[in-house]
């Protein structure tokens, strides 16, 4: 009879609030063989919350390569581990991913446990757009990276995020100025889910003024989302479409140019309507 093989649970774990720990999550790292852990005495206190009493194994930048051969080893005698961070969905800039990798390539099934993500909470409560944008984790602690990091982002990604310390993100504000420009519209969300959850909105000035009327609003962990660059009128209609509307305006009044276009590509009507009297100035 062939052996049955263990699995490698990836499990998400709350960022803040205790009570967001799903029942499939406590489920599982009840019932697994051992617990792997970024930091076994900060994951001790949620397990001990939990009544939770399974074996913890570090698990972290130093160490993972070597750790995960005897978790694969484990998993293939037959045994269930999990992998947690130290808050929130492991691998999300926290250790993991080669342990995932390697156990991929033995022959190791990988299940997630879904549950909190910062970058995920932030953004779904950020009022900026969300159907594209573009995680580039922690910034780098030097001025110069981060405005590399910044500019590598393309036009087209949508709304940026990334994560910061309290202790940079003044430097940081300014590091997005330089690389996007006084206007850009940002959402700063700080302590996610905990008491003092906060979401700050504007400019970087604006944010900056924030954060410095109060030394205590410079501290707790941070999630920076950057806007979209608004479009300008003429780069957000398709070439195709301001052919046809320019055909039409030199045979029909504007209004009745912009209703044909906008009835012929699908496109809003008052959207032609403002570039044509755009096209007049």
Known sequence: MTKQIGSLYVVATPIGNLADISQRAIS?????????????????????HLG???????????????????????????????LISDAGTPLISDPGYSLVRLCREAGVPVVPIPGPCALITALCA???????FQFIGFLAAKSSQRQTQLAAVPDNAGTIICYDTARRILDTLQDVVAVFGAERQLVLAKELTKTFEHFA????ADITLWLTEDPQRCQGEMVLMI???PAKADEAIGE??????????????????????????DEKKNALYQLALSWQH
């Open 52 to 82: 939770i009493s399974n074996r913890l194994l570090a698990l972290h930048d130093h160490n993972e390569k070597q750790r995960a051969a005897s978790i694969i080893e484990k998993c293939l005698a037959g045994e269930n581990v999990a």
């Open 227 to 229: 806007a979209p660059a």
């Open 240 to 265: 195709a479409v301001q052919r046809t509307l320019k055909i039409l305006l030199a045979e029909l009044p504007l209004k009745q140019a912009a209703a044909l276009t906008a009835q012929i590509h």
């Open 28 to 48: 599982t790292l009840t019932q697994v063989s051992c617990i792997a852990a970024e930091d076994t005495r900060h994951s001790g206190k949620l397990l001990q």
């Open 201 to 204: 909105f504007g400019t970087a």
């Open 126 to 132: 950020a009022g900026l757009p969300t159907d594209k």
